[in-house]
């Protein structure tokens, strides 16, 4: 006999089937014995007798065959795919033993710290809510490439080996490449402005890599970088339309799961950095004025602003300073001192960062040399402007940030499976065995 999955039995009133899963929840009833048993689709209950489940514990792996039956009607719970049939147990193979658990992991608000929960994340990962965040991830994940693909974008597969550090900063992680020097990747620029040449239009979903020495709740060392470039545009306002129409796609397809979205107006409003820190003058008597950057608590401060304002969670920064991005960024012509370039701040955190790029050779190879680095390094890259490259320019979103800010979680490690910072490979690090 075939396994269905839980939510197909209501498919098979008074039929035998085959089912399969974990024992979620067991009662005793004394002559019966109800046994909750989850798969992937949901939950089914199993109706047993004490000698077919005997030492069975939560946990417990189970194949069980048996009869689907109605419930009775006061029984029906209308919460659940299966909420109307129960299964009537006839053979019951169990595939493996659980031991005692630690602690109950299905609460619904799991009181536990972060340490505990990412310790014991082979279990906790088990419990719905924290399964929805992933649930969260993958969906805006997939309506990225959706809605790209559907612009004419091409996914490549970048990658995580690079020689060279692209977006500069001492915060890299170096590798022992056989007898060479090497990186982790910081992002993907360098591949996927490369990747124009040939499609004109690309993006990948990257693992990138940040060597930050700080643990807070908004950085990881390891994060996932929904990557796109685009040539041939008109002006960086092409890059901004792609990335609203990104932003709009993923908060519209996250709505089956449930999630309460952030809000957006009917456009989502746009201001320069500067102008950014004078309101936030105003409102709080900070004065950042000569900061080349959004302090945390400013990203909070204008996003309320822009929340009473114009009605939305979601707000582009544009303009920041030159000789602050990197060397790649276009120069606004009117404003030299700053960049083509914006940040989309959502609740209060940086979300997507992105801009006009040079595309020109000459202004490349200057921009390096300015930026304090060695062309000769650059030489792979530089081929493909070298030998033309169109007006171009990209953008980058933060997935687990995304899901952070989307969900309202603490801490951006909530937001993945398996985080790494500077404190976590898996388990908390010990001691180091550096002298």
Not at 10 to 19: I, L, R
Not at 234 to 263: G, H, Y
Not at 323 to 349: H, I, M, N, Q
Request: aromatic content about 10%; proline content about 6%.
């Amino acid at each position: 006999m075939k396994r269905i999955l839980n939510k197909e039995t209501p498919q098979y009133p008074d039929q035998e089937v085959k089912v399969a899963g974990w024992v979620n929840t067991r009662r005793d009833h004394g002559k019966i014995v109800f046994i909750d048993l989850r798969d992937r689709s949901g939950i089914l209950q199993v109706v047993c007798t004490p000698d077919l489940v005997k030492d069975v514990k939560e946990e417990y792996v189970l194949e069980i065959e048996g009869l689907i039956k109605k419930r009775p009607a006061h029984t029906v719970n209308k919460d659940m795919v299966t909420g109307e049939v129960e299964l009537q147990a006839q053979r019951i193979k169990v595939l493996a033993e659980a031991a005692s658990l630690p602690f109950d992991f299905m609460e619904k608000e799991l009181n536990l710290n972060l340490p505990t929960l990412l310790d014991y994340r082979p279990l906790t990962i088990r419990n719905p809510e924290i399964k929805n965040i992933f649930k969260v991830g993958e969906s805006i994940t997939e309506s990225f490439r959706k809605t790209l693909r559907s612009l004419d974008f091409t996914e490549f597969q970048s990658p995580n080996i690079v020689p060279v550090i692209a977006e500069g900063g001492a915060d890299v992680f170096h590798l022992d490449y056989y007898k060479y020097d090497a990186y982790l990747a910081q992002s993907p620029q360098i591949y996927k402005q490369i990747m124009l040449g040939a499609f004109e239009r690309v993006f990948t979903v990257a693992h990138v890599y940040r060597a930050e020495p700080s643990v807070t709740t908004r950085h990881m060392a390891e994060f996932t970088s929904l990557d796109a470039e685009m040539a041939f545009i008109d002006s960086w306002q092409d890059l901004i339309n792609t990335v609203e129409a990104v932003i709009r796609s993923m908060f519209a397809d996250l709505k089956p799961l449930n999630v309460a979205v952030p809000e957006l107006g009917q456009e989502i409003p746009k201001i320069k950095m500067r102008e950014a820190q004078k309101i936030i003058l105003e409102r709080t008597g900070r004065d950042h004025l000569k900061e080349p950057d959004l302090a945390p608590e400013d990203e909070q401060e204008i996003c309320l602003w822009s929340k009473e304002k114009y009605g939305s969670d979601v707000i582009f920064i544009t303009h920041y300073p030159t000789l602050k991005r990197p060397f790649y960024t276009f120069a606004d012509p009117e404003e030299p001192d700053y960049t083509l370039s914006f940040d989309v701040l959502c609740r209060g955190l940086e979300i997507v960062t992105g801009g006009q790029r040079i595309n020109e050779y000459d202004k490349l190879v200057k921009n390096i040399k300015r930026w304090g680095n060695k062309t000769d390094t650059f030489n792979f890259y530089l081929q493909a402007f070298k030998y033309g490259m169109p007006p171009e320019g990209g953008f980058a979103f933060g997935l687990e940030r995304i899901v952070k800010q989307v969900l309202n979680l603490k801490n951006i490690r909530e937001a993945s499976p398996f985080p790494r910072d500077m404190e976590r490979i898996d388990n908390k690090l010990k001691k180091s065995r550096k002298k």
